[in-house]
T-cell receptor
């Protein structure tokens, strides 16, 4: 089946630093999404990407949909303590089709 | 706007027992999803409803899991009988039909002992 690869499993950064996360797939997706999950909560959508090559920003977050449609990255600039959480990438083949999630990256921010 | 509601938030049962989870989606959302999230993994879709019809249940273990959305609003997910490997967080999500954004509830954490 389709799999999304996210690594490393955990990242530790200093407050104020930028961080970049990657997500790769062996198969093509036509939509890429990035979610953040806080402890005891469901995932919350951060950014959605609908077109290969698309670069989208949401505040301090920037994400890109890879040209090959097999990868995406998420950048967080000037990290703050509330950026702590688990970041998941998810791919979708088409409108209404199921989301396939990666295993997530746990981000820790040291004050 | 109220978010997706789920209950209970936590449940501990013994293996071979039955359990049911309830989900109330965001008002007006026609599409409802149940996901299973095992510790250290991303959510995995179990079943997707469009109104009260099943769109995708290909990853639902139908020998023990069942779900219904009889009036096209609330939904219940049942496990009968539970196994140890069913320990996970069960997330409900909803969306307006055929849009990408799914809104997730807080989940029900199930522990099977």
């Amino acid at each position: 089946g389709q799999q999304l690869n996210q690594s490393p499993q955990s990242m530790f950064i200093q407050e104020g630093e930028d961080v970049s996360m990657n997500c790769t797939s062996s198969s093509i997706f036509n939509t890429w999404l990035w979610y953040k999950q806080d402890p005891g909560e469901g995932p919350v959508l951060l950014i959605a990407l609908y077109k290969a090559g698309e670069l989208t920003s949401n505040g301090r977050l920037t994400a890109q949909f890879g040209i090959t449609r097999k990868d995406s990255f998420l950048n967080i600039s000037a990290s703050i303590p509330s950026d702590v959480g688990i970041y998941f990438c998810a791919g979708q083949l088409g409108v209404g089709s199921k989301l396939t999630f990666g295993k997530g990256i746990t981000l820790s921010v040291r004050p | 706007e109220a978010g997706v509601a789920q209950s209970p938030r936590y449940k501990i049962i013994e293996k071979r027992q039955s359990v049911a989870f309830w989900c109330n989606p965001i008002s007006g959302h026609a599409t409802l999803y149940w996901y299973q999230q095992i510790l250290g993994q991303g959510p995995k879709l179990l079943i997707q409803f469009q109104n009260n019809g099943v769109v995708d249940d290909s990853q639902l273990p139908k020998d023990r899991f069942s779900a219904e959305r009889l009036k096209g609003v609330d939904s219940t997910l049942k496990i009968q009988p539970a196994k140890l490997e069913d320990s996970a967080v069960y997330l409900c999500a909803s969306s307006r039909a055929v849009t990408y954004e799914q809104y997730f509830g807080p989940g029900t954490r199930l522990t099977v002992t």
